[in-house]
């Protein structure tokens, strides 16, 4: 079964610190997709990241970056120097394309990022 | 940003009564989906569509059913609302099967409902 945790509820870091969100997932499809996602306190879902599960580079993007890691089956994200800014929810999902390539996301719970000034 | 709208933004409404959540898209997307949000749960599907008037059922569809006569609206139905149905609901289009190599799934802004 199709399965994505994030163990971590909540973080508290303060303003500079380097903080890494926790993704673990589960599937049996060999292709499937990978996807960070930020939610400001305002509400809407901002895209972060897509990542398949044929290419296991880490990604770099400013202060962001993703590990994945199909060994230990998780996508983890760091944010360096981090900033208030930064504060929102996250959520990891999973994508499943196998036979029937249908696009439904899988949730993992969010993780609460609070950057203290 | 991708050209998704929701409506209503916020709903109050009582339980027992039904009630209609519209997403409207201008990017011609194939896919739509609904999701509801709820604290510890992530977002979880409700219902998607791959077509006009080819929907099917996500993990969450009980008490939902859904329309789709163009391409650009999915409409959410809450036949009998409950207070279990007091939730976050997001829109989202995608196209997985025309595009597998770089499809994202946008989200529309999201619609309130309390259910008293």
């Known amino acids: 079964a199709q399965k994505v945790t994030q163990a971590q509820t909540e973080i508290s870091v303060v303003e500079k610190e380097d903080v890494t969100l926790d993704c673990v997932y589960e599937?049996?499809?060999?292709?499937?997709?990978l996807f960070w996602y930020k939610q400001p306190p305002s509400g809407e879902l901002v895209f972060l990241i897509r990542?398949?599960?044929?290419?296991?580079q880490n990604e770099i993007s400013g202060r962001y970056s993703w590990n994945f890691q199909k060994s230990t089956s998780s996508f983890n994200f760091t944010i360096t120097a981090s900033q208030v800014v930064d504060s929102a929810v996250y959520f990891c999902?999973?994508?499943?394309?196998?036979?029937?390539?249908?696009?439904?996301?899988?949730f993992g719970q969010g993780t609460t990022l609070q950057v203290k000034p | 940003d991708a050209g998704i709208t929701q409506s209503p933004r916020h709903k109050v409404t009582e339980t027992g009564t039904p009630v209609t959540l519209r997403c409207h898209q201008t990017?011609?997307?194939?896919?739509m989906y609904w999701y509801r949000q709820d604290p510890g749960h992530g977002l979880r599907l409700i219902h998607y569509s791959y077509g006009v008037k080819d929907t099917d059922k996500g993990e969450v569809s009980d008490g939902y059913s859904v329309s789709r006569s163009k391409t650009e609206d999915f409409l959410l139905t809450l036949e009998s609302a409950t207070s279990s149905q007091t939730s976050v609901y997001f829109c989202?289009?995608?196209?997985?099967?025309?595009?597998?190599?770089?499809?994202?799934?946008?989200f529309g802004p999201g619609t309130r409902l309390t259910v008293l």
């Open positions: 999902a999973l994508s499943e394309a196998g036979s029937s390539n249908t696009g439904k996301l899988i």
């Open positions: 990542r398949n599960s044929f290419d296991e």
């Open positions: 599937t049996r499809d060999t292709t499937y997709y």
């Open positions: 989202a289009i995608g196209n997985p099967i025309d595009s597998p190599s770089t499809d994202t799934q946008y």
């Open positions: 990017e011609n997307h194939r896919y």
